[in-house]
Every structure is written in C-alpha cells, then in structure tokens.
C-alpha cells in the first residue's frame, strides 16, 4: 500500500499561526519535504523546526529563484521523482508549504505531478492574505464586496483594468514591481486607501502607508492591500 | 487601563483546524463573545467548546437571520456596547469568529464600532476560501492567476460580468442563490470546471460537481470553485 501525500500549510511565519492539526499529522510522518532556496535555509522549515525530530527524513526542493518560471521545472520534476519513491515505498511524505498549500503555493506543481497516482490530502493554513489584513488591522472584504487577488508580477496595463474595477483587492509578490503597482494606484486614485504588509506575522513585520516604502526594499513576500472607501460598511 | 479586544480566528469548522495562538489567546480570556442564531448554538463557540472554561463570561451575539441586512445594525451596537464596557473596566475580550475575523466576518461590525476606542489584535484564521480548496483538491491559484472571491449574493449581471474575466474565482454564500450561480455558469460555459463543496472540514463536508448538487438544499455555508482549463499550470 502507497502513503499519502500531504500538504501542510504551516501558515504565514509565526510558528503560533500553525494549526493543531498540521503539528498532529507533521508529528506522525517519515519524511518531511520543503522548498528551499539554491543556497540557505528554507522559510516553510524554518516555521516548524522545533516540531521537527531526527528521525524524520527530510527533503528540501531547492527552487531557483529566477524572475522566469521554466529552470524551476525540473526541479518539481525530480523532486516529484523522490517523493513519489519513498510513496512507493508505502511511507507518507508532508510537503511544508508556507501559507497555504493551494493559495499560489509551490506544492501545487507536486500535487498536479503526484496526485493523480497517490493518495494526497491537504492541509489548510492560514493564508498571507488573511495574515496581512489582521496585521495591518485591515478588514479585507464584507458584506457583499467581491475580493481581488493580484500578483504584482502581471503586466502594468492587466493589473490596472483590473484594480479600476476592483472594490477590495490584494496585490500579492510585490517585490521589484512595488514602483509599478504604486504607479497604478496613484493614477486610480487609490494610493491613499492602500496598506503595505510586509513579512506578517514575523518579528520583521512593517505596516506602511504605500507612499512611505523604500520600493528598493520590498521583498517578494509582501503586499499591498486596497479597499475603496465608497461604502460605509454598517 | 482598558483592555484589548481580540479578533479570533478559529477556522472552518474541524477544531483541529484552529491554530495554536488562537488557542494560547482564548485560554487567557476572561470574556468570550461570538455569533449565534436568534435561537440555537453558535458555530463559532462549537469549534472551541471543548476549550472555554466555565470561568469565562460568554457574551451570545444573536443575529436575527434574515435576508435583508439592516436588522442586524441595532444587534452589532448593543453588542458593541456590552464589549465596550468589559473593555473599559479593563477586561480582554475575545470575539470567536468563523474562518478569519476579517474575510467576510462578521467581526468587522464590531471592529468597525470598537477599534478606535480601544486596542484591537486581530488573529488570522484558516479561511472558509482555503478550507473549501483544500476540501475539494482543487488548486486555488497558481503563478501569475487571479483570484476572484465573489458573493453569490450579488445579482445576476454583476456577477456574470465578473465571471467572465475570471481565471480562478470562488463564489461564496450560496444557499438560496445556486440556481442562479449555477444558471451563469452553464451560459459562461463553466459549469464542468466548477466544484461545489459545503461544511468543508466538518464530518457533514460534502464535494460535489455543481451538476449534482440538490438546489434546495445548499446551506449558506457553501461554495463553488471554478478554475479555468486554459493554462497548463506546469
């Protein structure tokens, strides 16, 4: 008999922010695997290290981090070849995804590789979205607003039609595109209604209005949060 | 010195799925409020039961359930005033919140009528968004998608106008309005990239294609996700 796959979510860095119940199934599994970084530790790791036991082999996908998508496909490619070995073998295997597994997470290149032959199970984790509203002390959407969710990484033009028409919008990996994205939201008017988070959760956390951010200095995992003062939510 | 209002995330529904510092939080309160019908148990409170301590003081928040939004206003203002008066006289509070506090919570009512008086920490939760997903199997977003959240509340044009552009879209708060959901996306040419999942995490889950799924049967508490075929995600 195969083992099963999972995702764990481990949430968005702050070790508290792990659900119970991805400790419980993290505490029972054989082999633990995680993206990682070329060189350097990885963040879904670093957030349940001291969950983790000698005993547990442990696999570190080491993801390249390059602005083009295709060098990281062979990467999956093995990694899926590894995991699916020790499945074979009848030992289940976690896979540590920051955030949330299925929420732009690198475990669903695993999961479309792998799922089709082995039992996969999913653990949701509390997602940067959520993370970075509660941080910024910012409600995301109410009532019957519709919610945006963007990549910075989209082009200029795309993202603009998009945010012209969104009530409340996150706008997610800002990174090198903060000038972009700031750009955008000046010419709609909405650069005062938008809320920079960066690494929620974490000791390293900034909240800041967009207009008072180094745009050198944003990481990837940051984001922009908007919400439109046209309704009086009560 | 007054106390601090806490926004508690306690997730989808399975008590597994609440995280640990919504749990170490909860513990420390001496007063808990949270939603509940006009007559029966509150959902949010029946995640956590098992952890109250019969030395909190519970404060029922009943919400008259009915269509129209307005009778609520009067409930979230004498609540506001009864977490008010806990918080001045120095007391924490807690407010127990289905999925995440500020992803369509109701929560915000309170936060909106309380976070300028006094101090408010927000703590994230799993959302019903990423509950649903991980319920399903279904990847939410990957790369550069968009992620549309829509209530399916909102009326027929407006919501099919949105889900024409949407690559990813979840359509939340389906009871009564999964014919006309339903209706749009067979016109959109959607409905076999759809996935219907109700009470995701609870032993009463159910995942169904939207084909299959009784119209009068579905709660308030369910979902479509929909994901277009276009892209090969690889």
Chains 1, 2 share one sequence.
Do not use: N, W
């Not at 082999?31 to 990682?36: D, K, L, S």
């Not at 073998?89 to 540590?96: E, F, H, Q």
């Amino acid at each position: 008999m195969s083992g099963t796959l999972y995702g764990l979510g481990v949430g968005p860095g702050d070790p508290e922010l792990v659900t119970v119940k991805a400790l419980r199934v993290l505490r029972g599994l054989p082999v633990v695997a995680y993206p990682a970084p070329s060189d350097g530790a990885s963040f879904a790791r670093s957030v349940v290290a001291s969950r983790l036991s000698p005993a547990q082999t442990e696999i570190a996908i080491r993801v390249p981090m390059t602005r083009s998508v295709a060098p990281a496909q062979p990467v999956y490619d093995r990694a899926a070849l590894e995991i699916g070995e020790h499945l074979r073998a009848g030992r289940d295997v976690g896979v540590l995804c920051q955030g949330d597994p299925f929420f732009y997470g690198s475990f669903i290149q695993l999961f479309e590789r792998l799922a089709t032959e082995f039992p996969t199970k999913v653990v949701p984790g509390v997602s940067s979205l959520t993370a970075c509203a509660a941080a910024a002390g910012v409600p995301l959407v109410t009532r019957d607003e519709i919610l945006t969710v963007l990549p910075a990484t989209l082009a200029e033009a795309a993202l603009e039609k998009r945010l012209k028409q969104a009530e409340a919008a996150a706008i997610l990996k800002l990174g090198r595109h903060l000038p972009k994205v700031r750009r955008i939201l000046k010419r709609l008017g909405l650069a005062d209604r938008a809320t920079y988070v960066e690494h929620a959760s974490l000791e390293s956390q900034k909240i800041l209005a967009l207009e008072d951010v180094d745009p050198a200095s944003a990481p990837y995992f940051s984001m922009v949060l908007v919400r439109r003062a046209d309704r009086d939510t009560r």
